[in-house]
Nanobody, 125 residues
Framework: QVQLVESGGGLVQAGVSLKLSCAAS????????MGWFRQVPGREREFVAA????????YYADSVKGRFTISRDNAKNMMYLQMNSLKPEDTAVYYC??????????????????WGQGTQVTVSS
C-alpha cells in the first residue's frame, strides 16, 4: 500500500506563487509515475500535470502550461508542483496520485492506483 500526503496549499492573492508537495511512503523504490489533479466542488477532477519516474517526461494541462512546473525527488520520495502567476480559476483541491500497476495515459484519472487526500488552494482576485 502507498500513502500520499499533500501539503503546501493555502489562501493567496492572484499573481503570487505557491509550491505544493506530495510525500509518498509505504513501498520501497521510486514510484514509476506520478501526477497532480485538481477538483472544484460540483465538477469533475481534472488533470494538471504528470511526471515519469526519471523526470524525463512531463505533461501539463493547457490551462497551466508555462505557469506550473512539476518535479520530483526520488531520493526523498517527494513530488512537487510549483505554481506561478496563480489565477482565481486555479482555486481547487489539489490531489497527488501515483501510478504503479496501471499502464494507461498519465492524463487520465483511471490510470492511477493511489491518491492523496488533497490540499486546498484558494486564489483570491
Amino acid at each position: 500500500q502507498v500513502q500520499l500526503v499533500e501539503s503546501g496549499g493555502g489562501l493567496v492573492q492572484a499573481g503570487v506563487s505557491l509550491k505544493l508537495s506530495c510525500a509518498a511512503s509505504g513501498r520501497p523504490g521510486a514510484i514509476p509515475s506520478m501526477g497532480w489533479f485538481r477538483q472544484v466542488p460540483g465538477r469533475e477532477r481534472e488533470f494538471v500535470a504528470a511526471i515519469t519516474w526519471n523526470s524525463d517526461n512531463t505533461y501539463y494541462a493547457d490551462s497551466v502550461k508555462g505557469r506550473f512546473t512539476i518535479s520530483r525527488d526520488n531520493a526523498k520520495n517527494m513530488m512537487y508542483l510549483q505554481m506561478n502567476s496563480l489565477k482565481p480559476e486555479d482555486t481547487a483541491v489539489y490531489y497527488c496520485a501515483a501510478q504503479y500497476f496501471n499502464g494507461g495515459s498519465l492524463l487520465y484519472i483511471r490510470s492511477y492506483d493511489y491518491w492523496g487526500q488533497g490540499t486546498q488552494v484558494t486564489v483570491s482576485s
